[in-house]
């Protein structure tokens, strides 16, 4: 959204998206013993949210299309941290 002026707006995609996932990492946490369906199904709400509401709304009928490398690197920093969490919290 940044690339194509909408620099209000990749902040509230930013901010959501962080709120989300403190939100249902929260929340899977709280149960005793979450199923991989709710999971999923957070996962899915969420991306589909951010889907429907920012991704259509913001964003141009015809963008050009870009490399995966840098979202995918940028993707990968937010997650590690969440996965050696969990791996970490399951071996004590």
């Not at 709304?57 to 969440?82: C, R």
């Amino acid at each position: 959204m940044r690339d194509v002026g909408r620099w209000r707006e990749a902040w509230q995609v930013l901010i959501f998206s962080g709120s989300y996932t403190l939100l249902a990492v929260l929340t899977l946490n709280a149960l005793n013993h979450p199923s991989r369906a709710l999971t999923y199904g957070l996962n899915f709400a969420g991306g589909g949210f951010l889907t429907e509401f920012f991704f259509k709304k913001y964003m141009p009928q015809q963008f050009q299309t870009k490399k995966i490398w840098k979202p995918l690197l940028i993707s990968l920093l937010i997650t590690i941290p969440f996965f050696l969490a969990a791996i970490y919290s399951m071996n004590e």
